[in-house]
């Protein structure tokens, strides 16, 4: 009898090891490490930092996340990388919040560095993601949209698909607790680009954020922002939404990318002496504009210079 009991406790050992063990594999899935160009770059850690009122930078070196908290809970702006997600959520702890009071995750755009963490911070928190049509699409299948000018870069088209996601329009705002934020539709870089506003308040001074999706007009080779067979012309949405950024009212601008505003630096001097505030700048969106023009002038002088030399 002794013997039979303890091949059962033996047997009942193993099959909840192996339980534990599947379950571990699967959940890792979910953070398996995408190791595709700057990747490895981008992901290195970064220390949280408060960037006004409510407002936390809670993203990796090379890839912004940030985190509003509000009186009902948080709303958390991007997941990165999927193996962004583990060092979101230990600076999210450090800050001295809890993961799971994330009640929403919004998305600039479904790119594997910024939507490649979403399906893991929901899991862990229970959030319902948001995101444009387009990018509610990419999300669910966990892959760039068709007609995404970088869908054809295929090492870089998958992420892990994230479970709940619904739409959100252009100009809707969503709201948690006492915060209330807005989409922008900024479309360009990618076909469902979604820039963020809210108003966040210290003490009794509140000012507008900013939240601003890339206005790069990076492809996969071949692609045209000018019409082609393939498509209309893209040029002209594509200004719309760099003139959408402009007009914003913002006197805190964050940036996807976080070297395309100077973030770093802000960050080491926030971090060093929040005093006077480096982040507070009433002209940053307006220059982030007219980088993102200067940028799409010269793609399309490259593009037409390629049609004259057929």
């Known amino acids: 009898m002794k013997h039979m009991l303890r091949a059962v406790l033996l047997v009942s050992l193993t099959l909840t090891a192996g339980s534990r063990a599947f379950a571990a594999e699967t959940a890792d899935l979910l953070t398996q490490a995408i190791q595709f160009g700057a990747a490895a770059e981008w992901n290195r850690p970064?220390?949280?930092?408060?960037?006004?009122?409510?407002?936390?930078?809670?993203?990796?070196?090379?890839?912004?996340?940030?985190?509003?908290?509000?009186?009902?809970?948080?709303?958390?702006?991007?997941?990165?990388?999927?193996?962004?997600?583990?060092?979101?959520?230990?600076?999210?702890?450090?800050?001295?919040?809890?993961?799971?009071?994330?009640?929403l995750i919004l998305n600039s755009h479904a790119h594997f560095d910024h939507a490649g963490g979403i399906a893991a911070l929901q899991r862990d928190s229970g959030a319902d993601a948001l995101a444009s049509p387009s990018g509610t699409k990419a999300l669910r299948e966990g892959h760039v949209a068709d007609d995404d000018p970088q869908a054809a870069i295929s090492d870089g088209a998958?992420?892990?698909?994230?479970?709940?996601?619904?739409?959100?329009?252009?100009?809707?705002?969503?709201?948690?607790?006492?915060?209330?934020?807005?989409?922008?539709?900024?479309?360009?870089?990618?076909?469902?680009?979604?820039?963020?506003?809210?108003?966040?308040?210290?003490?009794?001074?509140?000012?507008?954020?900013?939240?601003?999706?890339?206005?790069?007009?990076?492809?996969?080779?071949?692609?045209?922002?000018?019409?082609?067979?393939?498509?209309?012309?893209?040029?002209?949405?594509?200004?719309?939404?760099?003139?959408?950024?402009?007009?914003?009212?913002?006197?805190?601008?964050?940036?996807?990318?976080?070297?395309?505003?100077?973030?770093?630096?802000?960050?080491?001097?926030q971090r060093l002496r929040p005093t006077p505030n480096p982040f507070v700048d009433a002209q940053a969106c307006r220059n982030y504009a007219h980088g993102a023009e200067a940028r799409l002038d010269a793609r399309i002088v490259e593009e037409n210079k390629a049609r004259a030399g057929k």
């Open 158 to 269: 998958h992420f892990p698909a994230v479970a709940k996601v619904r739409v959100v329009h252009d100009g809707e705002t969503v709201r948690l607790g006492n915060i209330a934020v807005t989409a922008h539709f900024t479309p360009g870089h990618t076909p469902g680009s979604t820039s963020w506003t809210w108003r966040d308040c210290e003490n009794s001074r509140c000012l507008e954020v900013v939240y601003a999706d890339s206005l790069s007009p990076v492809s996969a080779p071949g692609f045209h922002f000018l019409a082609d067979d393939k498509h209309a012309d893209l040029t002209a949405p594509f200004r719309k939404s760099i003139q959408t950024l402009a007009k914003l009212p913002c006197d805190i601008l964050i940036t996807v990318h976080p070297d395309l505003a100077g973030i770093p630096e802000k960050l080491e001097r």
């Open 46 to 103: 970064q220390d949280p930092v408060r960037i006004y009122g409510q407002t936390y930078y809670v993203g990796v070196a090379g890839l912004s996340s940030v985190l509003i908290h509000t009186d009902a809970g948080s709303i958390l702006l991007d997941g990165d990388l999927p193996q962004s997600a583990p060092l979101i959520e230990a600076n999210i702890r450090k800050l001295g919040f809890r993961v799971e009071d994330i009640k």
